[in-house]
Each structure stands twice: as C-alpha cells, then as structure tokens.
C-alpha cells in the first residue's frame, strides 16, 4: 500500500486485511512508519449515525519510502498493490515503482494488479505514461503483459483526524462505515479477484463521474452553501430544509445528464444520492465545512466536479440551476480567511458558465 494516510490506512489496508493479505505500508511519515512496525496492527474507528465500531487491522508493517530497494523488494513480490499518495506526489514514486516492475520482470513474477486511490479522472493514463518513460525494450513488453492499472471509485468517507485525535493515537482513523469499492473491471490482468466489496464494473468512466459529478459535486455544494449560511459541519448544513433541497437538485441534475450520456437506469442514481444524501447527514463524522470546502480553486476547475457537470448538463438539454446556484456559493467562499482572486478565478474555469453562475 503506497501511502499510509486516511485513504490508504482508513479504508484499502483495512480491505487488504479483511481480504487476507499482510499488507507492507510504504510512506514518508516517519512518525507513522516507526509506530506500524512497533505495534503491527492500528484501530480504524466507523462512525454510522447510530453507534460507533473499532476494527483493529493487523499483520502490517511499513517501510520508509527513502529506502528504495527495500520498497521495490517489496513490490517485486507482492500480490496486489494500490497507490494513493495524492497527484501531485505520483511522479516522484513512479521512479521507484518502474524499478519494481524491471525486479518482477527479472524475477519472472506473476501479474500485478495495481489499484488507482487517487482523485484524478483518467489515472490508467496518467499513470502508464509516467511508467513507461522510465522502462526499456524488454520491462515495457513485460508491463504490458503482467501490470493491470486499475481505476478505482473510492466513496468511503473520511474526515480530518484532528490534532486531538493524532496527539491520543497516530495511527488511529476515524471514517464512515462503508465498504463498497468499484474498480474497473477490463484493466485487470488474469482473472478480476472475487474479494468481499470489490465490485468490477465495465464502462467504467460512467463510474469515475457518477463520484465526480454526483457525490464530489454533491459534497462539495453542500460545504459551499452551508458557508453561507455560516454552518461549521456538513450535517448542520445538510439539515438545512433548503440546502439539502439545493444540494439534492443539484445532484439530481447531474444524475439526469449522465443517464442520457450512459443510457443508465435514473431510478438506481436516485437510490445513490438518496444513500449519499444521508450518509452527509452522519453528524458523527464530524466532517467540516472547513475541510469539504478547502482547494476551491482546483475543485472549481474546467474540468472538475461543478463545471463538467453544468457543462455535461448544457450539452444534454438538463436544467443546471442548482449546480449553478452551487458555483455561485463557492465563489464566495473563503479559505484561511481569503477569497479567490480574480486571476484564480479566468485561470480555473470557462468564463461563459462562470458568467451564467454570477448572474
């Protein structure tokens, strides 16, 4: 598991675990590296609407991601991998992750599957160009044969773990409690594993923007409205009657969009935002506005959540006036106390759906 943070430690080592793996944590947090190898195993707290449950996850340990031949031994006999270390990250791993891949050539190791935990639409992409500029002739027909890229929908919840919480235990992790991990099913080399929770799927863009533009978006109109109305968490905001009907609407057009795109069932979207709907409402998470809203200016971009989907919605003849009002509502948000500036704001998006949003 390359990176040991919310989404590596919080939801797939603890997938690894119930999977049955020993799963080897690679991270540049020393701090957590030295306590995963003390202690081999760290409490993952869920947190429903109704109670509270710890899960302990155990047969793991880490290594630093410095030591490069100790990682790329690692990955050389692994099973199965995933990657999340944030994009702007991913190029300084890909070195050692092609070293790897030349050890496994050597080695005539089975295929690996390696699964994508980032937020990035076309990750597969992304990633097999970093990979294969650091391969020669033979590791790149090898790659090629025996390395599955897999993009992943990751839709477990995870909110920040506060000083508070990290100063009690550093490892531990709070997070909602759901298992459902779409992937897609037509990178993968050999046969797609049958593991609890990993569900395959075809077509698999249609998921990759159903989180986009539906949860992401949905999430992220409901930090920007509850801004205004000076709410501190999402359920505070999510309990308002009319932001909860803003954000619904706004869900519900990009569900409408991708249904004519997709040519999906709109009955089963509904169930999705219905499901989703009330999972912003767990106070327990204690998820903030704070958090949700932080980065308005990359989440505000072309081609991220609030655009494409008023962009998708334009193009399919769908209402967007919710997801505009929601755009509208991130314009006035402040982060850290500061507004965006007028050059963020012609860099990010496309003026003409921003000039519908500001009117």
Not at 138 to 156: A, M, P
Not at 254 to 259: H, R, V
Not at 274 to 291: H, K, S
Request: glycine share 6%; aromatic share 10%.
């Amino acid at each position: 598991m390359y990176g040991a943070g919310n989404i590596g430690r919080g939801f797939i080592g603890e997938l690894f675990f119930r999977w049955g793996f020993q799963t080897v944590f690679i991270d540049i947090n020393n701090k957590i590296v030295k306590a995963l190898n003390q202690r081999h195993e760290y409490p993952v707290t869920l947190l429903s609407a109704e109670n509270e449950q710890t899960v302990i996850v155990r047969n793991c340990f880490a290594i630093e991601a410095n030591h490069e031949a100790a990682v790329c031994g690692q990955i050389a006999s692994a099973d199965i991998m995933a990657v999340s270390v944030g994009v702007r990250a991913l190029s300084a791993v890909m070195n050692t992750l092609a070293k790897a891949i030349h050890q496994r050539r050597l080695n005539n190791a089975p295929p690996l599957n390696i699964l994508i935990c980032e937020n990035l639409l076309h990750a597969r992409d992304y990633l097999r160009k970093l990979i294969l500029a650091q391969l020669n002739e033979e590791d790149v027909k090898y790659f090629n044969h025996n390395i599955g890229l897999i993009e992943t929908s990751i839709g477990r919840m995870i909110p920040a773990q506060t000083p508070e919480m990290q100063q009690r235990d550093p490892l531990q992790i709070y997070a909602e409690s759901y298992y459902k991990l779409p992937v897609d099913k037509d990178a993968f080399k050999g046969a797609v594993p049958d593991y609890p929770y990993l569900e395959a799927y075809s077509t698999f863009e249609f998921y990759v923007l159903r989180k986009m533009l539906i949860h992401n978006m949905g999430h992220g109109a409901a930090a920007y409205l509850g801004y205004i109305k000076e709410y501190q968490y999402i359920w505070e905001a999510i309990g308002d009657p009319s932001v909860f009907q803003t954000v619904k609407n706004a869900m519900m057009e990009s569900a409408e969009a991708l249904c004519k795109v997709y040519q999906m069932d709109l009955v089963a979207l509904q169930a999705y935002i219905d499901d989703l709907l009330e999972r912003f409402a767990n106070r327990q998470l204690g998820d903030t506005i704070a958090r949700v809203g932080r980065d308005q200016c990359r989440k505000l971009g072309e081609n991220e959540r609030f655009f494409r989907a008023a962009r998708l919605c334009e193009e399919q003849g769908v209402d967007n006036t919710s997801i505009l009002k929601s755009i509208q509502a991130a314009l006035m948000f402040q982060e850290n106390g500061r507004h965006l500036t007028l050059p963020q704001l012609r860099q990010m998006a496309d003026i003409v759906v921003m000039r519908e949003a500001m009117c």
